[in-house]
């Protein structure tokens, strides 16, 4: 897994976390989900590429991701090592390149490179059967995007067997699928590569000029070489217990807008994103902490006097008290506090923030340990949010620790 990743456009959710440690959904990291298909595949050999601010990443996975080492599984972390020289990680394919020594000590057949900072459910067996009943050298997770969206992604090209006939990294100009219009096919940034295939395009790609990247470099180059390089079409993925409304279902919440949405697509009564399938886990670790509590039930004397703990539409984590406040629509971290006539809305609470007396907050992400005093409002008024906060396609984020006074 790479696991490196700075999440610039996520700023400021990563300056102090790297992008696969930002919390999602209340009580995961975005890496959970990653992980969570790894484990749920019966792939139990993974190792954790990290670089870019990893502490609160690395705690993470070893709290909480231990594997039964006597069986010979783990979920290990491996740190950038400069093995190569005195350099950091150049790119996705050098960041492999410079831990060799991970694949090379185990002997596999096969090794699937995947993000840790994408949410998605993907049984990666039906993948790797895919990549051998083909006997690709490499195989890529593709999914449609729109054309509009699709220069952030590298867009593929494919003919009939689904062989992958060019491969294009961040085009200004997507290309249409055909029969498609208004679509392109995306790269999901997933691949499977036979063994001795991978450690030969990383060191060709390494003694180059080359941005040692799987999507600028080594995925084009195999293309334009007649390597057999295949797509693997993620919308035909079958996870058992699943609604319909899931199926294709991928979203790289590189932005403040998308991971907003990604969120808020989880309180939906039939949610895009399902968290309660048990035929399919979603694990984390978290802390032993007491159930949520909602108390107050005071109607008070009328319309907005009344002192009840009233969640509608939302998430609520372990130890989060709604004691005479209301959120909707709003997903609360744990060990967050939602004081007497506080109105909470479209908004993602992270841990330990405390919500004062009559606050009115709505579209904002408040990182954790903030306090937010009595009466504050964010969301109200788009000149004063500006000056004190960052705001992003509508969205305020208060940052981590942030001190109103």
């Known amino acids: 897994m790479l696991a490196g990743g700075e999440g610039r456009r996520l700023w400021p959710l990563t300056a102090d976390r790297a992008k696969p440690a930002v919390p999602m959904a209340g009580r995961y990291r975005l890496i959970d989900f990653v992980l969570s298909s790894l484990v749920n595949s019966n792939l139990l050999q ?25 069986l010979d599984l783990y979920v290990e972390v491996v740190p950038a090592q400069q093995r190569t020289g005195a350099s950091w990680f150049k790119g996705s394919a050098d960041a492999i390149y410079q831990s060799l020594n991970v694949i090379t ?14 949410m998605y459910k ?84 390494a003694s180059g000029d080359s941005a040692h990247d799987f999507g600028r470099n080594i995925l084009p180059e195999m293309v334009a070489r007649g390597r057999d390089v295949y797509a ?10 699943s609604h319909p409304n899931e199926r ?34 979603l694990r984390t670790w978290t802390r032993p902490l007491p159930p949520a509590k909602f108390v107050f039930a005071d109607p008070g004397d009328g319309p907005g006097h009344a002192r009840m703990g009233i969640a509608t539409d939302s998430l ?13 629509r709003t997903i609360l971290s744990p060990r967050v506090r939602i004081n007497s006539f506080a109105y909470v809305e479209e908004s993602i609470i992270l841990d330990d923030v405390d919500i004062g007396r009559h606050c009115r907050i709505r579209r904002a992400i408040i990182d954790k340990g903030v306090h937010v005093p009595p009466h504050t409002e964010i969301g109200y008024d788009p000149e004063a949010d500006a000056r004190r906060f960052t705001v992003s396609d509508g969205i305020i984020v208060v940052p981590k620790g942030y001190n109103f006074v």
Not at 105 to 114: H, I, L
Not at 168 to 192: Q, T, V
Not at 250 to 260: E, L, M, N, S
């Open 46 to 70: 993974i190792k954790v590429l990290t670089q870019y601010k990893s502490d609160s990443l690395n705690t993470h996975i070893a709290r909480g991701w231990r594997l039964p080492a006597f």
């Open 232 to 241: 693997y079409d993620f919308s035909q993925n079958e996870i058992p217990g």
């Open 122 to 205: 993907m049984d990666m067996r039906q993948m790797v059967d895919a990549h051998i009943s083909t006997d690709a050298d490499a195989t890529v997770a593709v999914i449609p995007v729109p054309v509009d969206e699709a220069r952030a992604f590298g867009i593929l090209e494919v003919d009939d067997r689904g062989k992958v006939v060019s491969f294009d990294e961040k085009p200004m100009h997507p290309r249409e699928m055909p029969g498609r219009p208004g679509w392109a096919l995306a790269s999901m940034g997933n691949y499977i590569f036979s063994k001795g295939l991978l450690l030969e395009e990383l060191t060709r790609d």
């Open 105 to 118: 000590d185990e002997e596999p057949d096969y090794v699937a490179v995947f993000g840790g900072d994408h």
């Open 316 to 328: 609520v984590s372990e130890g989060s008290i709604i004691s005479g406040g209301r959120i909707d």
């Open 248 to 281: 294709g279902y991928w979203r790289d919440v590189g932005t403040i807008a998308a991971y907003w949405k990604a969120n808020m697509d989880l309180v939906k009564v039939v949610p895009d994103f399902d968290l309660y399938n048990p035929r399919w886990p």
